[in-house]
């Protein structure tokens, strides 16, 4: 097996890193090492079975929960060396883009549940051209997920990402908007025109709150998704088109389904994958990497980033983000504002109807020394 795999003794004062983990029982003491070696999971670990018998009784799930990235048996490969090969390469493949300037300086975070989404994110979009699904709640980062799949499509001779927002479309001229249309097909039609289908061949098709579109439209468009073949609005010619489709939307599109506002069919059709973005109140680990990324964003060239005393640092890890990212971006841009001097941002800078009121207490010491320490280094500036 050479795939650039160096092996090390482990040092079992601080076992922690990727690897291989060969077991022939499970037991707790076995998943609590994985828990610490794997760190809940951000670390690759291939849990491997020397005999397949001890992965009876739903083994194999209880070590992918204790942070496994993979189990397999040894002895159920025809040839597990290579098994390992092909794991531990696409792994490091995935790994590298993750920590890639492009995904760093734009989806910031590091935390377990973010770094997990963009690890399935990057896969998909990177090796495979497959639909995908993205939700959330609004400010949580869809829409730059959504691009990310786009730049990391790796089609050949791929085009452009073309963007619909499906909140502004008319009902009337919804077949244009999606098909296009031939001139005079009607009032007002004065020339042909090239709908989203047409103008995404090639490249990436970008529904926007897919969730929005009426039933009527949502039948119509079950057999371009499915087929890659429409026909534009007074026409009778069969198009082709060839494209990746990614939606996006902040409703549960399968209650919707349920609640018969969204065509069963059609999610099947636009749902292959599904990444559902963790809110801010889930990630909290990143909010302090945001804040400085943000600030970074906002200073000029010859601006130093000014640091967060302690209280500033204890008021944002407190405070709720009933929009998430967005709105922890606008107040980061309202403390910015008023930040004057070379000094470090004070509780003076947060505008007067953010304080907290007097019950609030402060923000637990351990949690916020641990990530003021580990993130006092400004981010660069995202790609525009």
Same mark, same amino acid.
């Given at each position: $097996?050479? %795939?650039?795999?160096?092996?090390?003794?482990?040092?079992?004062? $601080?076992?922690?890193?990727?690897?291989? /983990?060969?077991?022939?029982?499970?037991?707790?003491?076995?998943?609590?090492?994985?828990?610490?070696?794997?760190?809940?999971? /951000?670390?690759?670990?291939?849990?491997?079975?020397?005999?397949?018998? @001890?992965?009876?009784?739903?083994?194999?799930?209880?070590?992918?929960?204790?942070?496994?990235?993979?189990?397999?048996?040894?002895?159920?490969?025809?040839?597990?060396?290579?098994?390992? @090969?092909? !794991?531990?390469?696409?792994?490091?493949?995935?790994?590298?883009?993750?920590?890639? =300037?492009?995904?760093?300086?734009?989806?910031?975070?590091?935390?377990?549940?973010?770094?997990?989404?963009?690890?399935?994110?990057?896969?998909? @979009?990177?090796?495979?051209? @497959?639909?995908?699904?993205?939700?959330? %709640?609004?400010?949580? #980062?869809?829409?730059?997920?959504?691009?990310?799949?786009?730049?990391?499509?790796?089609?050949?001779?791929?085009?452009?990402?073309?963007?619909?927002?499906?909140?502004?479309?008319?009902?009337?001229?919804?077949?244009?908007?999606?098909?296009?249309?031939?001139?005079?097909?009607?009032?007002?039609?004065?020339? =042909?025109?090239? #709908?989203?289908?047409?103008?995404?061949?090639?490249?990436?098709?970008?529904?926007?709150?897919?969730?929005?579109?009426?039933?009527?439209?949502?039948?119509?468009?079950? !057999?371009?998704?499915?087929?890659?073949? +429409?026909?534009?609005?007074?026409?009778?010619?069969?198009?082709?088109?060839?494209?990746?489709?990614?939606?996006?939307?902040?409703?549960?599109?399968?209650?919707?389904?349920?609640?018969?506002?969204?065509?069963?069919?059609?999610?099947?059709?636009?749902?292959?994958?599904?990444?559902?973005?963790?809110?801010?109140?889930?990630?909290?680990?990143?909010?302090?990497?945001?804040?400085?990324?943000? $600030?970074?964003?906002?200073?000029?060239?010859?601006?130093?980033?000014?640091?967060?005393?302690?209280?500033? !640092?204890? +008021?944002?890890?407190?405070?709720? +983000?009933?929009?998430?990212?967005?709105?922890?971006?606008?107040?980061?841009?309202?403390?910015?504002?008023?930040?004057?001097?070379?000094?470090?941002?004070?509780?003076?800078?947060?505008?007067?109807?953010?304080?907290?009121? !007097? %019950? /609030?207490?402060?923000?637990?010491?351990?949690?916020?020394?641990?990530?003021?320490?580990? +993130?006092?280094?400004?981010?660069?500036?995202?790609?525009?």
């Amino acid at each position: $097996m050479n %795939e650039g795999v160096n092996t090390y003794e482990l040092d079992l004062d $601080m076992p922690i890193g990727p690897g291989l /983990l060969f077991f022939d029982e499970i037991t707790q003491r076995l998943c609590d090492f994985l828990r610490d070696v794997s760190r809940n999971g /951000l670390e690759r670990v291939l849990a491997i079975a020397v005999s397949h018998s @001890a992965l009876a009784d739903g083994g194999a799930w209880r070590l992918l929960h204790a942070g496994a990235s993979d189990v397999f048996a040894w002895d159920h490969s025809s040839d597990p060396a290579e098994e390992i @090969a092909a !794991r531990l390469k696409r792994w490091n493949a995935i790994d590298r883009l993750v920590e890639s =300037p492009l995904i760093r300086n734009n989806l910031v975070g590091q935390s377990p549940i973010w770094k997990s989404i963009l690890r399935q994110v990057v896969e998909i @979009a990177h090796f495979t051209d @497959a639909s995908v699904l993205i939700t959330g %709640e609004s400010g949580t #980062g869809k829409e730059l997920v959504a691009r990310l799949i786009h730049t990391l499509d790796q089609r050949p001779n791929k085009r452009d990402l073309v963007v619909l927002d499906c909140t502004t479309i008319v009902p009337e001229l919804s077949g244009s908007e999606f098909f296009g249309h031939e001139r005079g097909a009607f009032t007002g039609a004065v020339g =042909p025109r090239d #709908g989203a289908f047409a103008l995404a061949n090639g490249g990436t098709l970008f529904l926007d709150e897919v969730g929005e579109l009426p039933l009527e439209l949502q039948a119509k468009l079950l !057999r371009v998704i499915q087929e890659r073949t +429409y026909k534009r609005v007074g026409s009778n010619t069969w198009q082709h088109a060839d494209f990746r489709l990614v939606c996006v939307t902040n409703k549960n599109l399968l209650d919707e389904v349920k609640r018969g506002k969204f065509r069963h069919d059609l999610y099947y059709r636009v749902a292959s994958f599904v990444f559902n973005l963790p809110p801010l109140r889930e990630r909290t680990e990143d909010t302090l990497p945001l804040v400085y990324h943000f $600030m970074q964003e906002l200073r000029s060239d010859d601006e130093e980033t000014p640091e967060l005393d302690e209280p500033v !640092r204890e +008021y944002l890890l407190k405070r709720e +983000y009933p929009g998430h990212i967005r709105d922890l971006k606008q107040l980061v841009t309202r403390i910015r504002s008023r930040h004057v001097g070379t000094g470090p941002i004070t509780v003076g800078d947060i505008p007067e109807e953010e304080h907290p009121s !007097r %019950e /609030l207490g402060p923000a637990q010491s351990g949690k916020t020394s641990c990530l003021s320490t580990v +993130y006092a280094a400004p981010l660069r500036r995202g790609l525009d």
